[in-house]
């Protein structure tokens, strides 16, 4: 195995998973859907963190399509602002989302 140099803030960086985008999608949904069921408020990183998930192989764009296609599923909206929590973030502002009405009626997955 070869080395791994740790970032900035001292952590290991998240190996990448050698999912395609499609296998990548059908192992993080569930996380999300059991979020939205919830009706608690939350950003993807959180989630992400929450539940150990893996990183897709192009983050910079997969979370956003991946969260986008869950908007367009009818099972999250967006309802706040926050700073990023992520490490190197910035304190960059991040999207809240929440569960629609459906999704925490269990009406849609």
């Known amino acids: 195995m070869p080395p791994v140099q740790p970032t900035l803030d001292g952590t290991l960086p998240t190996p990448a998973s050698g999912l395609s985008y499609a296998e990548w999608c ?33 983050p910079k764009a997969d979370w956003g399509n991946f969260v986008q296609s869950l908007v367009r599923d009818h099972l999250i909206e967006h309802c706040a602002w926050d700073e990023t929590s992520r490490p190197g973030g910035e304190h960059s502002g991040v999207k809240v989302w929440r569960g629609t009405r459906a999704a925490q009626a269990g009406r849609a997955a």
């Open 26 to 58: 059908d192992q993080v949904r569930p996380a999300f859907v059991a979020a939205a069921k919830s009706g608690r408020w939350f950003t993807s990183y959180a989630i992400a963190k929450d539940n150990d998930l893996p990183e897709p192989a192009n």
